[in-house]
């Protein structure tokens, strides 16, 4: 089909919020409903917090499709240097297979390439057939499953102190770790972090590892967590969820071949909703160490 004749490509402006953020809401639960789960988007306001969020982030890289004129659909790029993130993705249902989707990842990805990123990632859901061939058309490819779900946290009756949070002055370290172990730059998703939620720390003076975390409304989000070994990234977990009010919702992403993480997680309640393909259009070395990666922000 390729691209649809009267797509436009163009960069979100502050009025396009409102229309974007009620297409992501219905583009995800429309996705999701026709494939037997309930709503995953409560209400407008997700859509209206990430994409103010990227704004302030990468205001020449938060995009919109239009149609005759009309927003039909949004996308966001987040170059970091030689590697770059994309999503969320989102086209109007009733505007969907007509070719906006392809018109978007194209300038998406030639924008990537003119910002001279080596290797752009994404993370999309495995059962989304869609989603998958229109980014394999413009040249991603499936570089690791990622299991998505979720526990709950515990009363904790031991004596573990909760996680160090991270100040500004601790990013150097924080960012340096990730550049090791993922090869992926990104101080600005530090600082999105520390704004909206926490950066927790494992390690006394040296660095073991890193874990975001965002508490919203009974619901806590981790990631991205980073970390040199399978002992940090549980402690980590640990720490960052003792302080959490009781059967608190955790949520997370688990690369599937980290299985002795996910052994340690099944241990603790942790359940498995579905699975996520992580990919990438250009160059890839696999992480080291363990990493939780995250749909927000969607940097790598
Ligand atoms: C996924 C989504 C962005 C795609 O946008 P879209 O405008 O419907 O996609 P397009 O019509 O431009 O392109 C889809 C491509 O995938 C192909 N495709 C779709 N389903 C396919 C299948 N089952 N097998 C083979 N190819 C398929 C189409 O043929 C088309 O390829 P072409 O351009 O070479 O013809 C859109 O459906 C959406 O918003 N979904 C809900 C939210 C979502 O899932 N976002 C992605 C999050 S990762």
Known sequence: MRRHAEAEVRALEPGDVARVATIFRSAFNEMYRRRGFGPVVADTAVGAVIAEAYRALDPEHCLVVTAAGRV??????????ATAGVGPITIDPGYQGAGFGRALMEEICARSD?????????????????????????????????????????????TAAPARRARPSDLDQVVGLERELLGIERRKDHELLLRMGDVLLSGDGTLHGS???????????????VSRDLEAMLDLIDRATRDLPARTDIRLLVPARQGDLLAALYETGFEVHSL???????????????????????SG
């Not at 993370?123 to 229109?134: K, R, T």
């Not at 499936?142 to 009756?157: A, D, K, N, Y």
Request: charged fraction near 20%; glycine fraction near 16%.
């Open 276 to 298: 996520c393909t992580y990919m990438v259009r250009g160059d890839y070395t696999p992480f080291a160490g363990y990493y939780v990666p995250t749909l927000f922000p969607e």
């Open 114 to 158: 003119r910002a001279g990123v080596r290797s752009l990632r994404l993370i999309q859901d495995a059962f989304n057939e869609a989603s998958f061939c229109l980014y394999g058309r413009v040249g991603f490819v499936g570089r690791e499953t990622l299991v998505r779900g979720s526990f709950r946290s515990r009363p904790q009756l031991g």
């Open 211 to 225: 874990l975001g975390r965002l508490v919203r409304g009974g619901v806590a989000v981790l990631g991205p967590a």
């Open 72 to 81: 039909v659909g949004s996308g966001f790029l987040h170059v970091r240097g």
